[in-house]
């Protein structure tokens, strides 16, 4: 089955600077990558998400990219804000009529002021 | 637009009593749905999905069982908790068009005691 492998666990940047977060999966197969971000006591949000006939999408100051050959895809959060701080899941997934999301480990961003 | 509700938010249960986590979905017809379980500090696994009415699927052989008496009602249940189901439960919903995009309720955060 689908794994998929989240790095780095812990992140800590300066505000203001841009943060990345990195995934990588198994399946070749799947061709569905959202992002979610999760705050304290708090369900995941869906923040954005690529298709695999996308190299890469842009939506204010996140942006993700996908490298099918290689088999990853990133988060890029450039001026980066407070708020930004929380978990951060990537997840891969089959197009089916009842798509199972395998999401990564997650990344807990810190922003420090 | 589309909502989903969980309850309770919180719930304190003493091992070996009986479990029942609901979640409801508003603005939608025929929704997939999901539970996740997820542990302190983790990712989120998968524990049933359901494409209809009565068509369940487990994910993870355990303690646990779902059921869905309405469309857009989904029960998450046990007859006897045991110490390692403590965790923050989440529902999800994805509609039929675009199954792979999923949405989270707020979660119900389980102590077992």
């Known amino acids: 089955g689908e794994n998929v492998e989240q790095h780095p666990s812990t992140l800590s940047v300066q505000e203001g600077d841009s943060a990345v977060i990195k995934c990588t999966y198994s399946?070749?197969?799947?061709?569905?990558f959202p992002w979610y971000k999760q705050e304290l006591g708090k369900g995941p949000q869906l923040i954005i998400d690529i298709r695999s006939n996308v190299g890469e999408k842009k939506d204010q100051r996140i942006a993700v990219t996908l490298n099918k050959t290689a088999k990853h895809f990133s988060l890029h959060i450039t001026e980066t804000q407070p708020e930004d701080s929380a978990v951060y899941f990537c997840?891969?997934?089959?197009?089916?009529?009842?798509?199972?999301?395998?999401f990564g480990s997650g990344t807990r961003l810190s922003i420090r002021p | 637009s589309q909502t989903i509700h969980q309850w309770p938010a919180t719930l304190v249960q003493p091992v070996g009593s009986p479990l029942s986590l609901e979640c409801t979905v508003e603005g939608t017809s025929n929704p997939n749905l999901y539970w996740y379980r997820q542990a302190a500090g983790r990712g989120l696994q998968l524990l049933f999905y359901s494409i209809g009415i009565d068509q369940i699927s487990s994910e993870v052989p355990q303690n646990l069982s779902a059921s869905r008496p309405q469309d857009r009602q989904f029960i998450l249940s046990s007859k006897k908790l045991l110490l390692s189901d403590s965790g923050f439960y989440l529902c999800a919903w994805s509609g039929q068009s675009s199954s792979y995009e999923q949405y989270f309720g707020p979660g119900t955060r389980l102590t077992v005691t």
């Open positions: 997840a891969a997934s089959r197009y089916s009529s009842a798509s199972k999301i395998i």
């Open positions: 399946d070749s197969a799947s061709n569905y």
